[in-house]
């Protein structure tokens, strides 16, 4: 009984458990896990929290802050009414677009400006990549409305796309085919 009582003491006596202790060396401990967690959300949202606590900022920096979030939502909700006004109003649409046509490009770079300073340099570059790169199709597309044009002429239910053309030995070729040995000695053993 010493014996084992001394063995249990060990395990667990003097306020330690050597058996957890070692079992959290291969796996965490899960309530510890929950405890550090709930510690960094609680602290996340300290911070969030921080970031708009207003009591010291004077009115004009909240004027500005609101100022600043503004863009993004009048452009989509802008873009939206278009495609409303559109549907209403065709006529008052296009008379609109009209007038948008006449916009010196100078001053459609000037809004690019504008706007890339609200959403970054990167849209710009991304407009003018994309503008290269549909510049770049458009040169091709001769090229390759020619080339689906020869690919249909080469289709096989095409009326001419097996006519050699002006080629005498091919027209010799497909009029008189090579001689087949294999099948001429199976017609051999099939003639009765």
Same mark, same amino acid.
């Given at each position: 009984? #010493?014996?084992?009582? #001394? =063995?249990?003491?060990?395990?667990? #006596?003097?306020?330690?458990?050597?058996?957890?202790?070692?079992?959290?060396?291969?796996?965490?401990?899960?309530?510890? *896990?929950?405890?550090?967690?709930?510690?960094?959300?609680?602290?996340?949202?300290?911070?969030?929290?921080?970031?708009?606590?207003?009591?010291?900022?004077?009115?004009?920096?909240?004027?500005?802050?609101?100022?600043?979030?503004?863009?993004?939502?009048?452009?989509? @909700?802008?873009?939206? *009414?278009?495609? #409303?006004?559109?549907?209403?109003?065709?006529?008052?649409?296009?008379?609109?677009?009209?007038?948008?046509? @006449?916009?010196?490009?100078? @001053?459609?770079? @000037? =809004?690019?400006?504008?706007?890339?300073?609200?959403? *970054?340099?990167?849209?710009?570059?991304?407009?003018?990549? =994309?503008?290269?790169?549909?510049?770049a199709t458009m040169v091709r597309a001769p090229a390759v409305v020619a080339n689906l044009e020869a690919l249909d002429r080469l289709r096989n239910?095409?009326? *001419?796309?097996?006519?050699?053309?002006?080629?005498?030995?091919?027209?010799?070729?497909?009029?008189?085919?090579?001689?087949?040995?294999?099948?001429?000695?199976?017609?051999?053993?099939?003639?009765?």
């Amino acid at each position: 009984m #010493g014996l084992i009582s #001394g =063995l249990l003491g060990f395990l667990f #006596g003097n306020g330690r458990n050597v058996v957890r202790e070692t079992a959290e060396v291969f796996r965490e401990n899960t309530e510890a *896990g929950a405890e550090r967690s709930a510690t960094m959300r609680a602290q996340a949202m300290t911070q969030f929290g921080a970031e708009f606590h207003t009591s010291g900022k004077s009115g004009f920096d909240r004027f500005m802050d609101g100022l600043n979030r503004l863009p993004r939502p009048a452009l989509a @909700l802008g873009t939206l *009414g278009l495609f #409303g006004a559109a549907m209403v109003d065709p006529l008052w649409f296009a008379e609109r677009m009209q007038g948008i046509a @006449l916009v010196p490009e100078p @001053l459609w770079w @000037l =809004l690019g400006v504008i706007v890339s300073f609200y959403f *970054g340099a990167r849209h710009q570059a991304k407009v003018q990549d =994309l503008q290269r790169e549909i510049t770049a199709t458009m040169v091709r597309a001769p090229a390759v409305v020619a080339n689906l044009e020869a690919l249909d002429r080469l289709r096989n239910d095409t009326p *001419g796309a097996a006519d050699p053309g002006h080629d005498a030995q091919q027209k010799i070729d497909v009029a008189q085919p090579d001689a087949n040995r294999a099948l001429e000695d199976w017609r051999q053993l099939r003639r009765p």
